[in-house]
Nanobody, 121 residues
Framework: QVQLVESGGGLVQAGGSLRLSCAASGSRFRIDNMGWYRQAPGKQRELVAHITSSGSTNYVDSVKDRFTISRDNAKNTVYLQMNSLKPEDTAVYSC???????????????WGQGTQVTVSS
């Protein structure tokens, strides 16, 4: 069983920056795609950014040129650098990972517990 643990959320003023981290732990696994989602109160969860095992990325239009997703495969960790934050970025941010065990058994999708990001105006 893989566990994803997030960190880095918090309260920041508009225009500020935060960096989220999501580290995977477990045994005999490899991670394929990873992503960050967010859910604001009263809204549906949306995909914020996605990164493949080879490093290809894509972003929701509202965060392009402000957020950067990256990963460290040696550490099984994905990051989300968030710059020029806006109040509308306020949400619970969750990471996910598509995992294979013992080679090609999978994929299985796992989720982190979520971390709150609050941007004040």
């Amino acid at each position: 069983q893989v566990q994803l643990v997030e960190s880095g959320g918090g309260l920041v003023q508009a225009g500020g920056s935060l960096r989220l981290s999501c580290a995977a732990s477990g045994s005999r696994f490899r991670i394929d795609n990873m992503g960050w989602y967010r859910q604001a109160p009263g809204k549906q969860r949306e995909l914020v950014a996605h990164i493949t095992s080879s490093g290809s990325t894509n972003y929701v239009d509202s965060v392009k040129d402000r957020f950067t997703i990256s990963r460290d495969n040696a550490k099984n960790t994905v990051y989300l650098q968030m710059n020029s934050l806006k109040p509308e970025d306020t949400a619970v941010y969750s990471c996910n990972a598509d995992v294979y065990y013992n080679g090609n058994n999978g994929p299985f999708r796992y989720w982190g517990q979520g971390t709150q990001v609050t941007v004040s105006s």
